[in-house]
């Protein structure tokens, strides 16, 4: 059963961490994403400036704590399971910025998880909750 999470985020040090860029940050989230069992590039979505909805065949027991390894150095994040793709109800509304999100997308396409500069570790049982 495919489930979704709802992502915000905000850089804690975007000068001292990113060089003072924006891109470079969201890359490397978006790399940090790429290492967990998402589906596929098309499943991470965003209609907001620091919100992205991601897309998981089912509930992902070890997102929580790997998101706090690799992400809470360098952002300050909410993440919240949002919906079963399979109901009737419609969990998640939008009033998207289609600009926003089809950039994204075109984005989400050129990024390089080489030569990050910053570690990711691996995505798997051993990221046990908190």
């Known amino acids: 059963m ?7 985020y905000d850089v804690k040090n975007i000068l001292e961490d990113f060089k003072n860029d924006y891109t470079e940050a969201r890359n ?6 790429w290492h967990t069992p998402i589906i596929d590039i098309n499943h991470i979505s965003s209609y907001c400036a620091s919100t992205l909805i991601l897309e998981y065949e089912e509930i992902e027991p070890y997102l929580f704590t790997y998101l706090k390894i690799n992400l809470g150095k360098y952002f300050y994040y909410s993440i919240s399971l949002v919906e079963k793709i399979d109901s009737t109800y419609n969990c ?3 009033n998207p910025n289609m600009s926003l999100y089809v950039n994204f997308k075109k984005e989400m396409l050129k990024i390089s998880c080489d030569d990050l500069g910053k570690e990711i570790t691996p995505y798997s049982v051993n990221s046990q909750n908190d």
């Open 92 to 94: 998640i509304s939008h």
């Open 2 to 8: 495919r489930r979704k999470y709802h992502l915000s």
């Open 28 to 33: 490397y989230l978006i790399c940090v994403l």
